[in-house]
């Protein structure tokens, strides 16, 4: 980069010397035709003027550029932090620098998530790992009788299966966080897939013996990825039947709203806490009331990221010992 700008250095001086050669060559030859003995000196002062003039304003250019450029070589992965704050005009160099000092905000932003994500994925895999490895260790250790090989057997297989799903889980996160290509979006009937959920859903309940109901307006088209927008509200219908109890109840409507579609979950649960409700959707967290509910705390990640790569919001409301209501609010297709 820096040679680039030294070569549109070399351009500027060129072009200025060739200007100046030119204006030289033209007041010599209005001296020479004209005769003009009174203005020579006032002409050749003119020159001279336009000369110094011209040439400090290609220098503080030139030097802006040189400048600009040198600093950007500086700042690699390693001090994303830096920022050129040297440059304090207004002019197109001073927009080229802020410009550049937001891309480092991005990218500095990229790479904290990112580092976080690693460290975040780390720390949910360790717990289940070691638990396994202790589970093998022991049963390996000593003699058991074939129930006790059987327990220790289905303990490790919990523990797979809290990997695998935790492993899913992450996979779907980082599909949802990365943008999609616009050619592989496709229409799709969100009415006739909510009703697919609601039928799910029921048979999810059957156990807890909770009543799902629907409430869904009819032939509601929306553009993106069906299979995906699906796990969005299936997640939040998974997380209203873990919290709501027995014999409780759940409502999932779609409706048309102010030139939008929403898509609200609504369950008769013990609510969320003022202090948890605005971290719910944080990758990896667990309320305070969900120590005893198996679950990665990704669900609700995941779900916000699929309605934000839908163009679409998610919101919740919730009341301690009334319950909560997940709200998807999504564009029409056009």
Do not use: C
Request: no cysteine.
């Amino acid at each position: 980069m820096v040679q680039r700008f030294s070569s549109l250095k070399s351009r500027l001086f060129l072009w200025y010397i060739a200007s100046l050669l030119l204006m030289a060559f033209f007041i010599i030859l209005i001296i020479h035709v004209f005769a003009i003995n009174n203005g020579a000196y006032f002409l050749i002062l003119l020159f001279l003027t336009l000369s110094v003039l011209g040439f400090t304003i290609i220098y503080k250019i030139t030097k802006s550029l040189t400048y600009l450029a040198t600093r950007m070589k500086m700042i690699s992965s390693k001090n994303l932090n830096e920022r050129i704050l040297d440059i304090e005009s207004h002019d197109e160099i001073g927009e080229l620098a802020l410009s550049f000092n937001e891309l480092l905000n991005r990218l500095h932003e990229a790479f904290r998530r990112e580092q976080q994500f690693i460290a975040d994925v780390a720390h949910e895999l360790k717990t289940p790992l070691a638990t396994l490895r202790s589970t093998l260790e022991i049963t390996l250790n000593q003699k058991r009788n074939v129930d006790e090989y059987q327990n220790a057997i289905k303990e490790a297989l919990d523990e797979t299966h809290q990997l695998s799903s935790t492993l899913k889980n992450v996979l779907d996160l980082a599909w949802s966080e990365t943008p999609q290509e616009q050619k592989n979006v496709k229409r799709f009937n969100l009415t006739l897939l909510t009703e697919e959920l609601v039928e799910t859903a029921q048979k999810m309940a059957m156990k807890k013996k909770i009543v799902v109901s629907g409430n869904i307006d009819e032939n509601i088209i929306l553009f993106g990825f069906k299979d995906k927008f699906g796990r969005a509200i299936l997640n939040l219908i998974d997380n209203a039947i873990k919290y709501t109890p027995s014999q409780g109840k759940i409502e999932i409507s779609l409706k048309k709203e102010n030139g939008k579609v929403a898509v609200k979950i609504h369950d008769t649960g013990p609510g969320i806490s003022k202090q948890d409700l605005p971290h719910i959707f944080d990758r990896f967290y667990r309320g305070s009331s969900t120590e005893k509910i198996f679950g990665s705390g990704l669900g609700l990640a995941i779900s916000k990221a699929i309605v934000v790569s839908h163009h679409g919001e998610i919101e919740v409301k919730s009341k301690i010992g009334q319950g909560t209501t997940f709200t998807l609010s999504l564009p029409l297709a056009s």
